[in-house]
């Protein structure tokens, strides 16, 4: 019984720490309108093509609309062709 403990234990131990070392090299980029509402927010690795969700708000602040691009080809996922 110790002996599983132990392995199962180590066994979590390094996926977290391999999960910790992956989320270091991703970057997120969080992008603001005027008046502060997000607008978009890009994840990725700055040496490879980066994902973005793009959001839109009407005039009271309510999201309207959230264009996800993530395979990083500038094409929104709902029309991509490479996607479906």
Do not use: F
Not at 27 to 50: F, T
Request: charge should be negative; include cysteine.
């Amino acid at each position: 019984m110790k002996k599983t403990t132990l392995i199962i234990s180590m066994l979590l131990m390094a996926w977290c720490l391999s999960n910790t070392a992956h989320a270091v090299t991703d970057e997120v980029e969080y992008v603001y309108d005027d008046l502060n509402r997000i607008s978009k927010v890009i994840y990725g690795d700055p040496a490879l093509a980066k994902a973005e969700i793009n959001y839109q708000h009407d005039m009271v602040n309510n999201r309207l609309v959230e264009y996800a691009d993530t395979d990083g080809d500038g094409a929104p996922d709902d029309v991509d062709p490479d996607l479906n």
